[in-house]
């Protein structure tokens, strides 16, 4: 049964950073793309960061120049380093991982940043 656990999420002050980590277990196949998305209260689930094999990555606009999203494939995890946070990148995260046509999510976790 694959299972991705999110870790890394919290509470913490505008400016400051976050690192977010997404392990898989179950398996190991080497996702074609592993990312993260968020959801805010009354909010749709909306992409954050994906990143796939090689040099693709994609970012949402809003928070290019301070996210990183990364990947060790040996680990089987996806990380999300945040900087700069501000209090509108408060959500629960959502780490996602998709091969061929299969999609997998994992439970979430908490980020709030206060102002």
């Known amino acids: 049964q694959v299972q991705l656990v999110e870790s890394g999420g919290g509470l913490v002050q505008a400016g400051g950073s976050l690192r977010l980590s997404c392990v898989v277990s179950?398996?190991?196949?080497?996702?074609?793309?592993m990312g993260w998305y968020r959801q805010a209260p009354g909010k749709e689930r909306e992409l954050v960061a994906v990143?796939?094999?090689?040099?693709?990555?994609n970012y949402a606009d809003s928070v290019k120049g301070r996210f990183t999203v990364s990947r060790d494939n040996a680990k089987n995890t996806v990380y999300l380093q945040m900087n700069s946070l501000k209090p509108e990148d408060t959500a629960v995260y959502y780490c996602?991982?998709?091969?061929?046509?299969?999609?997998?999510w994992g439970q979430g976790t908490q980020v709030t940043v206060s102002s």
């Open positions: 996602k991982a998709t091969f061929r046509a299969m999609t997998y």
């Open positions: 179950g398996t190991r196949i080497l996702f074609d793309s």
């Open positions: 990143i796939g094999h090689g040099t693709y990555l």
